[in-house]
């Protein structure tokens, strides 16, 4: 008898997505019934040229604007129905982002950063640092927690914004370029990590330039003025034993 | 570089006889790979023979005959099936990647824009399979490491240069778009001066050969 292994679960959901800007003659359709859904271990990078919606379709993920029309849903829940207020507890609690210049506190230790939306949060202290340790070892930066961002080099301080992305309950990452400063082989460090962070059950969705970071993700999605064309991920093995066959 | 189906792509464009054909192919692909005219010869009797052209007039064996080549049905299905089919990385002989483009921008009614996607996505497929294949490959092993960055970095450059055309198709599209704008306000108004979405990659215009 076949074991029943039921798909994990879904942490975003986008269904027909549009994000229209301005009005008249200055209309600009900037995402157009985009449809997309992330689940939990699963790793999703978004390409496209500047323009294309990327960005838009990674703001909406994220709650920080929301679709003209169409819905996105985060663990289940309809961005649309919460007030503003009920968004920023849904956005602090749930999803992590990672920006291409770090955006780490730069007053702060690696652990008073990753610490921190824990304590906006109400968590204790003591309580927020435990958790705060735990996220940076498991970026690999265990070592750095008392060290200021001025005294980090751009890998050690991705995986630091890395670890805050994921600190605690969050289980959903939106990383914009997040290799954008770094040179080639740390940006592979930080796929590593972001790869690693996936299979161990985060949600991960990327937006990047770079189609060889792009395939560590499990798909590549194409946006191209504003609608999803195309996506692709890694060769199907039954496909590949077809082929072989014929 | 399948010169079978580049002779059937440019035949799809317009019937020919067998020199003009060769000339078509060298103008529309910058000589980059010139035919002689024995290659086109064999090559179109070989089509012939597997009935994807005929000839009107002339004798097939003889390139100075004067009657003209044409498609025929299954010519036509066969050339609409390699405009749609991504060229492998690993069949990339005669590079038929950057013959299938440069004929794409001159052979009128190819989606030029769906074209370079079905491309993108079958390079950017095989660049998951060689990251994964790295990813699980022992660090120790340095050759077969190697190798397989040799592989991604060669997929990457094609996908550079995928946007690269893209983007030179396009700037093409605006530079004939704005000609045409200008004769047709001369003219007056017509269906061809409709306006299209900024960035939009589709209705990209074929070129006459050079």
Redesign the interface.
């Known amino acids: 008898m076949t074991a029943y292994h039921p798909a994990p679960a879904a942490v975003l959901q986008i269904h027909r997505a549009s994000r229209v800007h301005g009005g008249g003659a200055r209309t600009v359709r900037a995402l157009i019934d985009a449809d997309l859904v992330l689940r939990s271990g699963e790793f999703v990078a978004i390409m496209g040229p500047s323009g294309s919606g990327k960005s838009t379709l990674l703001h909406l993920a994220g709650g920080l604007d929301t679709p003209t029309s169409g819905q996105v849903l985060v663990e289940g829940t309809d961005l649309a129905r919460l007030t503003v207020t009920q968004r920023a507890i849904l956005r602090r609690r749930t999803i992590g982002y990672v920006f291409q210049d770090f955006n780490l506190l730069p007053a702060l230790t690696a652990a008073e950063n990753v610490a921190f939306p824990l304590e906006l949060d109400g968590w204790s202290v003591r309580q927020a640092r435990k958790a705060a340790l735990a996220a940076l070892a498991e970026t690999g930066v265990a070592d750095l927690a008392d060290r200021r961002p001025e005294d980090m080099s751009g890998g050690q301080a991705q995986r630091v914004a890395i670890a805050r992305a994921l600190v605690g309950p969050r289980r959903l990452l939106l990383a914009d370029e997040p290799t954008g400063a770094l040179d080639s082989s740390t940006g592979t460090e930080i796929l590593q990590v972001l790869r690693d962070r996936a299979d161990r059950g985060a949600a991960v969705l990327m937006v990047t330039h770079e189609a060889r970071f792009a395939a560590w993700a499990d798909r590549t999605v194409f946006l191209r003025d504003g609608r999803i064309v195309d996506e692709t991920g890694p060769s199907d093995p039954a496909e590949l034993l077809a082929e072989d066959a014929r | 570089m399948s010169v079978k189906h580049a002779l059937l792509a440019l035949l799809s464009w317009r019937p020919s006889t067998t020199y003009q054909l060769r000339k078509d192919f060298d103008t529309s692909t910058g000589q980059a790979w010139p035919l002689n005219i024995g290659q086109v010869s064999t090559t179109l009797q070989r089509l012939e023979r597997d009935g994807l052209v005929v000839r009107d007039g002339g004798a097939s064996d003889d390139p100075s005959a004067p009657g003209q080549w044409r498609l025929t049905d299954a010519g036509r299905a066969e050339v609409a099936a390699w405009w749609r089919r991504p060229v492998p990385r690993a069949d990339r002989g005669r590079d038929e990647l950057v013959i299938k483009l440069a004929l794409a921008a001159v052979v009128p009614g190819v989606d030029v824009a769906d074209l370079v996607?079905?491309q993108?996505?079958?390079?950017?497929?095989t660049?998951?399979?060689?990251?994964?294949l790295r990813?699980d490959t022992d660090p120790d092993d340095l050759p077969t490491r190697l190798v397989l960055g040799n592989h991604?970095?060669a997929?990457?450059a094609d996908?550079?240069w995928l946007?690269e055309v893209e983007e030179t198709l396009i700037r093409a599209r605006r530079r004939s778009g704005g000609t045409r704008r200008r004769r047709d306000a001369q003219a007056g108004p017509t269906e061809s001066t409709k306006a299209v979405?900024a960035?939009?990659?589709e209705d990209i215009p074929a070129r006459s050969p050079r």
Not at chain 2, 120 to 125: G, M, T, V, W
Not at chain 2, 127 to 132: G, K, S
């Open positions: 996607q079905r993108r996505s079958a390079i950017q497929r660049l998951h399979d060689l990251t994964r990813r991604i970095f997929a990457e996908l550079r946007d979405p960035g939009s990659t």
